[in-house]
């Protein structure tokens, strides 16, 4: 049992985080296809070919890029970046943005490791365009490039100024924007009723390379929605120098996560992401229909166990450290569970569901729970109960 619950296995997310940090971010689609494929074979010479060229040129065009590369993960991305453009001189970060993202990714550690040399800029709340061109021009300095980081899951509020990608594309070095959650274009153009109102101003591939920068680079299982990957987009030359330094071989992805990844890229080409992603189809469904779900939900419970489930609004969250805040609207269910022996029953279930717990209620929220599991649910929750009501029993 104990190894059993370490293997990895599908679990009900019912924790309204739609890209959750501990289920694997954003959810996958269908399974890749067994058996062989041409991951470095070019079907139309018959020679080696290269394993990112084809999902490479996808993401490029769904970018807006002149070419694109793919990496085991962001971190990744940023790393052989540094380590392709700017290995033994110098990159301009901003103060503000010298972040800790999701415990391992230090900027300061990521740039050292890369054998790139950080400088400092600006001050920790404001930076101008100024402040970077000052280091620049500073003797001596060797500034290689400027790298601009989405400050993913914090903000800070008040006295505050960062410098555009628009205003750093100005200055005489490439700029290259971590923009870390793979939005690919602000304006959605992949779903029917445009952005969402919960994006509020995260950064896009497509915008921040038509405002000027020469490379960004993000994550593919945040809003992308695809596999965990970590994608290089930009600049042609910039791209294959990437591509070319020894790291890249070390960093390279696997064919399940191409295949996965070239699925997902294919979906935003054809435009029917709400279908075909699952992150933006969980994202994009009407609130109405959760909230009918979920007082069948609450209902199914309640004829077992009366009184004990209740249909409520709810707050989903994007999660993976995007939009940090933003809530989506959604609806669930809450059940009381004083002692949390309920949420451990849940979890130890099969499949486990995973639940947030508030002042000693359990919250489902049905935004990223498939439908067909509802019934799922509604078992575990009511054998969940009745194990609790044999629990009491015996000790009396
Ligand atoms: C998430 C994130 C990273 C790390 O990406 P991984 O895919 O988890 O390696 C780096 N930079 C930014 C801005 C991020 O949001």
Request: aromatic content about 4%.
């Amino acid at each position: 049992m104990a190894l059993e619950q370490t293997l990895l296995q599908p679990v009900i997310n019912a924790t309204g985080v739609l890209a959750h940090t501990n289920l694997g971010r954003a959810p996958l689609a269908a399974s890749v296809a067994p058996g062989f494929r041409n991951l470095e074979f070019d079907l139309a010479t018959g020679k080696r070919g290269s394993r990112t060229a084809g999902v490479g040129r996808l993401l490029a065009t769904a970018s807006g890029a002149e070419a694109a590369m793919v990496v085991n993960n962001n971190a990744a991305a940023v790393m052989l970046v540094l380590a392709a453009l700017a290995a033994g001189r110098s990159v301009a970060v901003s103060r503000g943005e010298s972040v800790e993202i999701g415990g391992s990714f230090r900027v300061p550690e990521v740039m050292e490791q890369s054998g790139a040399r950080l400088v400092d800029v600006g001050t920790t709340n404001r930076t101008r365009v100024a402040d970077y061109r000052r280091a620049i021009e500073h003797p001596g300095a060797d500034v290689a490039l400027v790298l601009k980081i989405h400050p993913s899951n914090y903000r800070v509020e008040g006295f505050t100024e960062a410098a555009s990608v628009a205003g750093l594309a100005s200055l005489p070095v490439p700029v290259v924007a971590d923009i870390g959650s793979g939005l690919l274009d602000s304006s959605c153009p992949w779903l029917p009723s445009g952005p969402p109102s919960w994006l509020g101003d995260e950064p896009a591939a497509r915008q921040s390379l038509a405002a000027g920068a020469a490379l960004v680079t993000f994550s593919g299982d945040k809003l992308l929605g695809g596999p965990q990957a970590g994608i290089i987009a930009g600049r042609a030359d910039l791209v294959a120098k990437c591509a070319r330094h020894p790291l890249a071989r070390a960093l390279r992805p696997g064919g399940l996560v191409l295949d996965a990844l070239q699925t997902v890229t294919l979906a935003y080409l054809r435009r029917d992401v709400a279908t075909h992603v699952p992150f933006w189809h969980m994202a994009s469904i009407p609130v109405t229909e959760l909230e009918r779900r979920a007082v069948s939900l609450a209902t199914s419970i309640n004829e077992r166990h009366p009184g004990t489930a209740a249909a409520e609004a709810m707050d989903a969250m994007p999660g993976a450290g995007s939009a940090p805040g933003a809530v989506i609207a959604s609806y669930g269910i809450t059940v009381a569970d004083p002692t949390g022996d309920i949420a451990t029953r849940l979890r130890t279930a099969s499949p486990p569901v995973i639940v947030r717990v508030q002042d000693q209620r359990l919250h489902l929220d049905l935004r990223a729970v498939t439908p067909t599991d509802d019934a799922v649910v509604a078992d575990s929750v009511s054998r969940a109960l009745e194990a609790g009501a044999a629990g009491r029993g015996k000790d009396r």
